[in-house]
């Protein structure tokens, strides 16, 4: 097992782990990655999903370049295929996605990174898109949410360059959404805070906010729609008799 998923109440954990090769993604461990993340999404019983990396060197420090090296078009077309897969599960899971950078993100480990909707990097985080350097551009949806995270300006210089960046630039130019030691004590904080809202409100919350800019008239029908549900119902009653609510997910 290389993706391994440990229970923290309502939050799990999924941990990647080939520390020989500092988390780098070969077929075998990105074919079961993306075979946890689809269980995860399918299972209310996990409130939030924390992706991490085994020991304290790296998050995910790549695509393993070995095996890429021997790939025809056709074969790195299904890799990159395999890759968004897990990337967009992470970013479309009706559930919140925490990303616990504990040192190199760098090419498909920082994609998956942009894939989750919160980020928290440790203090010797290193994070980059340094595809240009090896002749090929980011493949599993970096080009894009780079931009969205960061703007188009920093996404350039930093998928045009290859250059990586240290967690206090990534806080800067907004890549992280903080930089904590240790810092999957932290995103499991997040996210226990997180598993204790309604979960009907965080998935809409979420896929509104995964829309394009301008679908006004989509959040309004959503908003008012959740008016019809339990959660919204306790939470608003909660409110008003000043006690903490207690969320069904309906």
């Avoid at 990647?16 to 780098?24: G, K, S, T």
């Avoid at 074919?31 to 946890?36: A, I, V």
């Avoid at 997040?190 to 906010?209: G, H, I, N, T, Y």
Wanted: proline share 4%; aromatic share 4%; hydrophobic share 45%.
């Amino acid at each position: 097992m290389t993706a391994i998923v440990d229970r923290h109440d309502a939050v799990a954990v999924v941990t990647i782990d080939r520390q020989e090769a500092l988390n780098a993604l070969n077929v075998e461990t990105l074919t079961e990655l993306r075979d946890r993340l689809r269980e995860l999404a399918d299972d209310d019983s996990a409130r939030v999903v924390v992706l991490t990396g085994a020991g304290d060197r790296a998050f995910v420090a790549g695509a393993d370049i070995k095996y890429m090296s021997g790939l025809g078009a056709e074969e790195a077309k299904e890799w990159g295929a395999l890759g968004h897969e897990a990337a967009r599960l992470l970013e479309e899971m009706p559930k919140p996605t925490i990303a616990a950078i504990n040192g190199f993100a760098l090419g498909g480990g920082c994609e998956l990174a942009l894939g989750c909707d919160l980020r928290y990097a440790s203090s010797k985080a290193r994070l980059g898109q340094p595809e240009i350097d090896l002749g090929i551009v980011p493949g599993w949806g970096g080009t894009q949410r780079l931009a969205r995270v960061c703007g188009l300006g920093i996404a350039k210089e930093l998928i045009l360059t290859g250059r990586p960046v240290e967690a206090e630039e990534a806080l800067r130019v907004g890549l992280v959404n903080a930089v904590a030691d240790p810092v999957l004590e932290h995103a499991l904080e997040v996210a226990q805070k997180l598993a204790a809202k309604s979960p009907v409100a965080l998935r809409v919350a979420k896929r509104l906010l995964n829309l394009s800019p301008g679908a006004l008239e989509r959040e309004a029908d959503e908003f008012g729609d959740l008016f019809a549900s339990e959660d919204a119902r306790e939470g608003l009653t909660a409110f008003a008799e000043k006690r903490p609510p207690r969320f069904v997910g309906r």
